[in-house]
């Protein structure tokens, strides 16, 4: 335990001061937005032709694929900065920790009521009509986009699968890797951190951009995701803590799990 804590006090100003460039933070924007499309509207149409498999599982397997190829890239661009793999330095490495105030420089669980105004903002953008609104609005746009495949795991809500336990299995998977060791991990963790020396004050803005362009499979709610996600980035990089957007996007695990649930239970068809 003293190594560790030698090793993050030598390399304290290290973790700050090594910025990432633009061109490396949008190569690893495209490592991980074009396979996702690639999934869900080339992939999995060709993988459910013939009717063999369920084209929302296996849009819903394909989505779980592209996020853990996201845990994957986190760990090879840790390996490549040197980081060793101990708790003490991954945590300040990936702002796995509890929030910082920028005043005092002091760390402090209370800091979290701030997640009441995040969450406020959050849902205000992506829990109320504002989204559908959008979605609409881009579909008007670039009616192409309507005859895209559904996105919606809603679309597996069919009283087929009533007894299908094993689809909670693929729910918890799918959250794990959704709202901590995929998407946030390498969006919060990995990213944010390093995208002050590309966009200066403005990185936490950049970053909710990028998070929301990242969602090339849901092209009609990129623009709403820009705005809510901004929940996500702006209190993860001011008190440097992961678990702003870890908390505050893993509320949508719960209604998922909650959803399916309810589906194989049989609850959801009285």
Avoid at 75 to 82: A, K, M, T
């Amino acid at each position: 335990m003293k190594i560790d804590e030698n090793f993050v006090r030598a390399n304290d100003a290290r973790f700050e001061d090594e910025q990432y460039s633009l061109g490396k933070i949008i190569l690893i924007w495209l490592a991980v937005a074009v396979p996702m499309p690639i999934g869900a509207f080339v992939l999995s149409p060709m993988l459910a032709s013939g009717q063999m498999w369920d084209i929302g599982l296996v849009i819903w397997s394909m989505m779980i694929a592209g996020m853990v190829w996201q845990f994957i890239l986190s760990i090879i661009l840790l390996r490549l900065e040197n980081v060793p793999f101990k708790w003490s330095a991954l945590k300040q490495r990936l702002w796995l920790e509890k929030p910082t105030d920028p005043k005092t420089g002091k760390s402090s669980y209370k800091l979290f009521w701030w997640l009441i105004p995040a969450f406020l903002f959050y849902a205000a953008i992506e829990m109320s009509p504002f989204e559908a609104m959008v979605a609409d609005m881009v579909t008007w746009l670039f009616p192409f986009l309507e005859k895209l495949p559904s996105m919606d795991i809603e679309s597996l809500a069919r009283p087929e699968f009533a007894g299908a336990w094993w689809l909670m299995g693929i729910a918890i998977i799918s959250s794990i890797f959704n709202y901590f060791l995929g998407e946030e991990l390498l969006f919060r963790g990995v990213l944010l951190p390093k995208m002050k020396g590309a966009f200066g004050r403005w990185d936490w803005v950049a970053n909710s951009v990028l998070f929301a362009f990242y969602h090339l499979h849901r092209p009609t709610q990129m623009l709403a995701f820009a705005i809510g996600g901004l929940a996500y980035s702006l209190p993860s990089r001011r008190f440097k803590s992961i678990w702003f957007a870890v908390i505050l996007h893993g509320l949508e695990g719960l209604l998922l799990l909650g959803g399916v649930f309810a589906v194989v239970s049989g609850l959801a068809f009285p």
